[in-house]
């Protein structure tokens, strides 16, 4: 099941989307950590060279804009084989655009778009043609021929949690084969709680140490340091 893929009209390649959902309780102990507990705010470690292209372009390329929230009107008339996005999906939860293709829909619109109004990487799909549902949306974007879309451009931050010997606390859902982690919950008495960790229900982890990898080598990362840092999407 694909994690994130090209739009076509030809091919049925969203739907993969909606499948393979897993939802884990995740608390990762760690008793070498000596850090006091307080969170801290950090600037992301740069990505290396070798580091892929989606990964890449959603945190070190995505607009440089506020957060905001704009609409969109794509049509395939121009543009007919292909919408141009990459999208990813916690299913039932979320879509967003991982990255904008050459030569599709969505490049051609942002030739013209004025600021504040480019489609970019990262950015999360509120509504397609007034369908709010992630598989409405996904049917409206196989199906149809114009989109009217709401998407909402997120804040991305990084922040450093210290475990101190607790669990880190993350009731997080989340695709075997994708690269976000959906915050679910926080847990009572978690280092999240204990060290006032500005991490909240609906947050994405993108990143985690500076590395954006897929989801459950995210989750190892965050299992094995003892004071992991975390790379937030929020809308």
Same mark, same amino acid.
């Given at each position: 099941?694909?994690? &994130?893929?090209?739009?076509?009209?030809?091919?049925?390649?969203?739907?993969?989307?909606?499948?393979?959902? !897993?939802?884990?309780?995740?608390?990762?102990?760690?008793?070498?950590?000596?850090?006091?507990?307080?969170?801290?705010?950090?600037?992301?470690? $740069?990505?290396?060279?070798?580091?892929?292209?989606?990964?890449?372009?959603?945190?070190?390329?995505?607009? !440089?804009?506020?957060? &905001?929230?704009?609409?969109?009107?794509?049509?395939?008339?121009? %543009?007919?084989?292909?919408? +141009?996005?990459? *999208?990813?999906?916690?299913?039932?939860?979320?879509?967003?655009?991982?990255?904008?293709?050459?030569?599709?829909?969505?490049? &051609?619109?942002?030739?013209?778009?004025?600021?504040?109004? &480019?489609?970019?990487?990262?950015?999360? !799909?509120?509504?397609?043609?007034?369908?709010?549902? %992630?598989?409405?949306?996904?049917?409206?974007?196989?199906?149809?021929?114009?989109?009217?879309?709401?998407?909402?451009? $997120?804040?991305?931050?990084?922040?450093?949690?210290?475990?101190? +010997?607790?669990?880190?606390?993350?009731?997080?859902?989340?695709?075997?084969?994708?690269?976000?982690?959906?915050?679910?919950?926080? *847990? $009572?008495?978690?280092?999240?709680?204990?060290?006032?960790?500005?991490?909240?229900? +609906?947050? !994405?982890?993108? +990143?985690?140490?500076?590395?954006?990898?897929?989801?459950?080598?995210?989750?190892?990362?965050?299992?094995?340091?003892?004071?992991?840092? *975390?790379?937030?999407?929020?809308?």
């Amino acid at each position: 099941v694909g994690s &994130h893929v090209a739009i076509s009209p030809k091919r049925d390649l969203i739907v993969p989307l909606l499948a393979g959902l !897993l939802r884990a309780m995740f608390a990762c102990c760690c008793s070498r950590s000596e850090d006091a507990c307080s969170a801290e705010v950090v600037t992301p470690t $740069p990505l290396s060279a070798e580091e892929d292209d989606f990964r890449e372009v959603f945190l070190e390329k995505a607009c !440089l804009e506020d957060e &905001h929230t704009f609409q969109v009107e794509l049509s395939r008339t121009e %543009t007919p084989n292909v919408w +141009g996005m990459t *999208l990813q999906a916690v299913p039932g939860v979320v879509i967003f655009i991982a990255s904008i293709l050459p030569n599709g829909a969505a490049s &051609h619109y942002n030739k013209s778009a004025g600021k504040g109004r &480019h489609v970019c990487s990262g950015d999360r !799909l509120l509504s397609v043609n007034g369908v709010v549902d %992630t598989e409405g949306m996904t049917e409206q974007i196989m199906g149809a021929t114009t989109l009217s879309m709401v998407l909402k451009r $997120p804040r991305i931050f990084s922040i450093k949690v210290p475990k101190a +010997g607790r669990n880190l606390g993350l009731k997080l859902n989340f695709k075997e084969d994708g690269y976000v982690l959906y915050v679910e919950q926080v *847990l $009572p008495d978690s280092a999240v709680r204990a060290c006032q960790a500005d991490i909240r229900t +609906g947050d !994405l982890i993108v +990143g985690v140490n500076g590395r954006r990898e897929s989801s459950n080598q995210m989750l190892q990362e965050m299992k094995d340091c003892a004071s992991p840092v *975390l790379t937030i999407s929020r809308i």
